[in-house]
């Protein structure tokens, strides 16, 4: 409720140390770490730790390089997906677009009816979580399973546009918000990947009142970050 105290909390919790690297503000809150190092030109010396060991690990697996936002369309069988899905696949250098990690904002739930899922959806009565996949399983259950098209929409990010959106994803590990079905959904969740890889943006502040995915697709291409189609 206090973007101000909570930057100011940021910055104490930096200089406090930590028995380890995993547990310590730089590796809790990566993505804020690395966005207030550039605005105010910290001394890293002073800090107890200057890196997170863990994640440079992971980036060095997957080695991205490039985003790419992903909509599987819309299916009318099931009323949870009646406007269709999005997610964002990070390409990699050495891995095959099979292999590419994919990432969702999606409600956390055994509901298996759809109608009962999206009521409860409108309310928010579900925790939303950001996870990663493999996107080969994505297309087992989007097209193999349910028929779905899906069209892939590569984006301009630069490599280290790529890391900051990681980064951020990174510190939002285990964190949920309320699941709104309209609103903040699986599409509107991803504008803060988005914004954070390109903080310029304020792709946000253009859903006031609700997210469909096709409405997102235009909103990224109205600000020339999708390439090809």
Known sequence: TDPKAEMEATIRALFEP?????DHAVCKFLGRYSWLKEQLDMDESRLP????????????DIKPVSAVLVFPTYFMNSPASMFGHTMINIETETQSPLLFPSIHYSA???ET?????????LFGYYKGYY???????????YSDISQRDIW?????????????????????RDIYAEYYFFDENCSFNLLFLIE???????????????????????????????EDV
């Open 131 to 141: 996870s990663i996949q493999p996107y080969y399983q994505e297309l087992q259950d």
């Open 18 to 22: 930590a028995q380890n690297n995993k």
């Open 152 to 172: 892939e929409y590569p984006m301009n990010l630069r490599k280290e546009e790529v890391l900051r959106l990681l980064k951020h994803l990174w510190e939002m």
């Open 196 to 226: 954070a890889a390109v903080p310029s943006l304020h792709l946000v502040e253009k859903f006031p009142g609700w997210a469909l995915p096709i409405d997102m697709i235009r909103a990224i291409q109205q600000e020339h970050l999708i």
């Open 113 to 121: 009816n759809g109608l009962v899922f999206a009521l409860k959806g």
């Open 49 to 60: 730790y200057s890196s997170c060991e863990e994640f440079e690990r992971v980036i060095g």
């Open 108 to 110: 956390i739930t055994d």
